[in-house]
């Protein structure tokens, strides 16, 4: 089991869908970050909140926006996506920013 | 862009063999981590060297660390089947206020 909690698992969605991802930790973490993989490839950082505040965005396209309501919290909303953006979606957090990650298990996000 | 490159890019070896996986990185650092990723799954943190550490061991993991040559290397002692993963290097570069990954070494441990 993971102490990083990610809904849903899996995520079908056509281009003109908004659909939302969620991330839930309970360490106390004041990091938290939204990673995107591809198959066979390292995470791609994208954004990292730092005590509840967007602290660096990773040039991401705005159809990939977040959201982080609260300490304990971390959303990716989606509209509008493009084929080439079906991937794996890992959220994690950390006790600070350079420090140990935990990782959840991923959304599995696939584009029609 | 990636900070850390890693090799080999797949290794596969008889369990009860040891395995070692490479990484170098450009930049200063203040820690070097290492992760292994089980398909399907989130990463896992498995070490952590801080940059004045030469050498950490964890169970049957060893992890080296040479600042002067810009690499690291980890070392899996007596593998298991259940250490078929990917494994991936993660450096706290260059501001410390992010990790960066390196590629990756697919480990796969034949039983």
């Known amino acids: 089991d993971t102490e990083v909690t990610q809904t849903p698992k899996h995520l079908v969605m056509g281009m003109t869908n908004k659909k939302s991802l969620k991330c839930e930790q309970h360490?106390?973490?004041?990091?938290m970050y939204w990673y995107k993989q591809k198959a066979k490839k390292p995470p791609e950082l994208m954004f990292v909140?730092?005590?509840?505040?967007?602290?660096i965005n990773e040039s991401v396209p705005s159809r990939f926006s977040p959201e982080c309501p609260n300490s304990s919290l971390l959303n990716l909303h989606l509209h509008a996506l493009q084929p080439e953006d079906s991937a794996l979606y890992l959220c994690?957090?950390?006790?600070?920013?350079?420090?140990?990650?935990?990782f959840g298990d991923g959304t599995r996000l696939s584009i029609l | 862009s990636q900070q850390g490159e890693e090799d080999p890019q797949a290794l596969s070896i008889q369990e009860g063999e040891n395995a070692t996986m490479n990484c170098s990185y450009k930049t200063s650092i203040n820690n070097l981590q290492w992760y292994r990723q089980n398909s399907g799954r989130g990463l896992v943190h498995l070490i952590l060297?801080?940059?004045?550490?030469r050498e950490k061991h964890s169970g049957r993991l060893r992890v080296t660390l040479d600042t002067s040559k810009k690499s690291s290397s980890l070392l899996i002692t007596a593998s298991r089947a259940a250490d078929t993963a990917s494994y991936f290097c993660a450096t706290d570069a260059p501001y410390g206020n992010k990790l960066v990954f390196g590629a990756g070494t697919i480990l796969r441990v034949k039983s």
């Open positions: 909140y730092s005590y509840e505040k967007l602290s």
């Open positions: 060297i801080r940059s004045n550490e």
């Open positions: 360490m106390g973490h004041r990091a």
């Open positions: 994690a957090s950390s006790g600070a920013p350079g420090m140990p990650q935990h």
